[in-house]
């Protein structure tokens, strides 16, 4: 498991004086983007291969509010990925200082070739990467069938 740590700012703050939505979407890609980072997937390698990951959905589950003063952590957990790395799965948990869950979230995402604009399977070396990492209990092979849950609108919004 990836961890990550935050101070909460100012502007991590909603009118409710808590943690925003906003703070937790963005924290979150910055633990992802740390975690790639820290596989040799940085800026310079993603645009040597001319990719960059695309987020298909993140669904937060909210169990405590967080507030300024004491920092939180975020993990990240690889819990699925296809087998040519073109799709993947993580979950993220956030920990207030006390390393109480207060929050979960469900993402999924692919990579996307730059040029072409369409998904695209890992580069070797960056498959390589993704499958020395530790896989959680309850991982799996993804999909394109797993990404495509909610891909018809339900027939009553149909015009």
Same mark, same amino acid.
């Given at each position: 498991m990836?961890?990550?740590e935050f ?12 943690l *925003?939505?906003?703070?937790y @979407?963005?924290? &979150?890609?910055?633990?992802? %983007?740390?975690?790639? &980072?820290?596989?040799g ?5 993603? *645009?040597?291969?001319?990719?960059g990951? @695309? ?25 699925? &990925? ?9 979950h993220?948990?956030f920990?207030?200082h006390?390393?109480?869950? @207060?929050?979960?979230?469900? %993402?999924?995402? =692919?990579? %996307? ?5 369409k998904?695209?399977?890992l ?5 390589? =990467? ?20 909610? *891909? ?6 149909? *015009?």
């Amino acid at each position: 498991m990836y961890l990550k740590e935050f101070e909460i700012r100012w502007s991590d703050v909603d009118a409710n004086r808590h943690l *925003a939505n906003s703070a937790y @979407v963005n924290f &979150m890609s910055h633990t992802r %983007m740390a975690f790639l &980072m820290g596989l040799g997937f940085d800026h310079k390698s993603m *645009a040597r291969h001319e990719i960059g990951p @695309v987020v298909f959905h993140e669904h937060i589950y909210y169990f405590k509010e967080v507030f300024p003063g004491r920092p939180v952590q975020v993990s990240l957990k690889v819990t699925g &990925m296809s087998e040519d790395g073109k799709f993947f799965e993580f979950h993220h948990d956030f920990y207030n200082h006390k390393g109480e869950n @207060v929050a979960r979230c469900e %993402m999924m995402g =692919a990579w %996307m070739d730059l040029k072409t604009r369409k998904l695209t399977g890992l580069p070797d070396e960056f498959l390589e =990467a993704f499958n020395k990492v530790e896989k959680p209990e309850g991982f799996r092979i993804l999909t394109k069938e797993d990404t495509r849950k909610f *891909a018809k609108a339900p027939k009553n919004l149909i *015009a």
